[in-house]
């Protein structure tokens, strides 16, 4: 069974502009969740979506936002980028079992230079 | 508010027994995860625990107190493959939600 995959996997921008993350998750898993992992810090939660649905976002601006597809994959959108976005970005998908564990992709790197 | 805590570093020898212990003061609970992130790669899930006590697979074992919102992971002998970060995260709401994590504990073995 093939598990999150995530695309592109390195990314380098430059301030202000805009960049796009995506992400499948494992087949029949419904929600995804987006996580920013930045130097020093833990993994910090973005965004969760299930069911096409954005039912939580983390404490970020508004300038990141993403969207859930019907096939479940999700992008993630983070515009007029700063410095300090520069983070490994990490996608999580899980299914409705009890545990509820999450499976996380290999992540995508971004750069703001 | 959310907090979880973790020692940021630990070093152990090849062979020996860790014990990584994570704090966390949330919102709610409905469990505790553990996970292992080699540099560079994706976290990959350990244990989960959501009643007290301890759980064990294999090298690694878990143990929970929700009383004392206190958990532990513990990794019996360490090979230098398990040098990593071991993330704790807590789920603070039943379902399908969002985990709240730690900053990690990055676990050095040496010979």
């Known amino acids: 069974e093939a598990g999150v995959t995530q695309s592109p996997t390195h990314l380098i921008k430059t301030r202000g502009q805009q960049v796009t993350l995506r992400c499948s998750p494992i087949?029949?898993?419904?929600?995804v969740y987006w996580y920013q992992q930045a130097l020093g810090l833990g993994l910090q939660f973005l965004l969760w979506?299930?069911?096409?649905?954005?039912?939580n976002r983390g404490n970020f601006p508004p300038r990141f936002s993403g969207r859930q597809f019907p096939n479940y994959s999700s992008e993630l959108n983070v515009n007029a980028l700063e410095l300090e976005d520069s983070a490994l970005y990490l996608c999580?998908?899980?299914?409705?079992?009890?545990?509820?564990?999450?499976?996380f992709g290999p992540g995508t790197r971004l750069t703001v230079l | 508010g959310q907090n979880i805590d973790q020692p940021t570093e630990m070093t152990a020898t090849e062979g020996a027994i860790v014990q990584i212990n994570c704090t966390y003061q949330?919102?709610?609970?409905?469990?505790l995860f553990w996970y292992q992130q080699h540099a560079g790669e994706a976290p990959t899930f350990l244990s989960y625990?959501?009643?007290?006590g301890l759980e064990e697979k294999g090298r690694f074992s878990s143990f929970l107190s929700r009383s004392k919102g206190y958990s532990y992971l513990l990794l019996k002998e360490l090979q230098m493959k398990d040098s990593a970060s071991y993330l704790c995260?807590?789920?603070?709401?039943?379902?399908?939600?969002?985990?709240?994590f730690g900053k990690g504990t990055r676990l050095s073995v040496i010979a």
């Open positions: 999580a998908s899980s299914f409705g079992t009890p545990r509820n564990e999450q499976f």
């Open positions: 087949s029949g898993h419904t929600s």
């Open positions: 979506y299930d069911e096409g649905e954005e039912r």
């Open positions: 949330t919102s709610g609970f409905n469990g």
């Open positions: 625990n959501v009643l007290d």
């Open positions: 995260a807590v789920r603070s709401r039943a379902g399908n939600t969002p985990l709240v």
